[in-house]
C-alpha cells in the first residue's frame, strides 16, 4: 500500500487568481507559436528545394553556353548567397524528385536526413564555441596513434616514446583530484 494513500487530503494553498489563466494563455501561445515555425520550416524547405531546381537549370544553360568555367563566376555574380549554399540547394533539388513533405524539419535537419554535408555554425555567427579538450583525452589519442603507428610499421613501439607517455599520463593523475578524470 502507498504512503500516499494512507495520508490525509491537504488543502492546496489560494494562489492569485489570475497565475493559472496567465499559464494558459502562455501555453497558448507556445502552442500558436509552434504551429507557426513549423508551417515557416516547411516554407523554408520548399523554398530551398525550388532555388536549387533553378541554379540546376541556370547551371545547365550557363555551362552549355559559355562552359564548365562560366559557372562558378556567374554564381558569383548572380547568387547573394556563398558557394556552399548553392551546392546544398541543388543537391536538395537533385535529392529529392519532388518538394520536400511539410515534416516541421529545418534545412539543417533535412540536408541531415539526406546525407548533404553542413559545417558547424561558424564562430563569428555566435552560434559555435570550441570547447578545450581534456588531457587525458588528448594523452589517449597520443597513445592510440603511437600504437597504431607502431602496429601499422609492423614494429616495435619505441620505448623512450611509452615512458615519455606513462610519465605523462602519471602526472595527469596523480595531481587530478580523485575521480575528477
Known amino acids: 500500500m502507498s504512503t500516499y494513500a494512507t495520508q490525509e487530503f491537504t488543502k492546496i494553498p489560494a494562489l492569485a487568481p489570475d497565475i493559472a489563466q496567465k499559464i494558459n494563455t502562455l501555453h497558448a501561445d507556445v502552442k500558436r507559436m509552434e504551429r507557426e515555425s513549423r508551417k515557416k520550416l516547411d516554407s523554408a524547405a520548399s523554398a530551398a528545394w525550388r532555388a ?3 541554379l540546376l537549370e541556370a547551371k545547365t544553360s550557363v555551362v552549355r553556353h559559355c562552359g564548365h568555367g562560366a559557372w562558378m563566376p556567374w554564381l558569383a555574380l548572380n547568387f547573394k548567397g556563398n558557394g556552399r549554399t548553392a551546392r546544398r540547394y541543388m543537391k536538395l533539388a537533385r535529392e529529392l524528385p519532388e518538394a520536400p513533405a511539410p515534416d516541421g524539419l529545418s534545412l539543417r535537419q533535412l540536408y541531415f536526413r539526406l546525407g548533404i554535408a553542413t559545417e558547424p555554425k561558424s564562430a563569428r555567427a555566435g552560434g559555435f ?18 600504437l597504431r603507428e607502431s602496429q601499422d610499421a609492423h614494429r616495435a613501439i619505441n620505448p623512450q616514446d611509452m615512458a615519455t607517455l606513462y610519465a605523462q599520463l602519471r602526472s595527469l593523475f596523480e595531481i587530478a583530484p580523485h575521480g575528477a578524470v
Open 52 to 54: 536549387g531546381k533553378l
Open 129 to 146: 564555441k570550441p570547447v578545450a579538450i581534456a588531457p587525458h583525452i588528448v594523452l589517449a589519442n597520443k597513445l592510440a596513434r603511437v
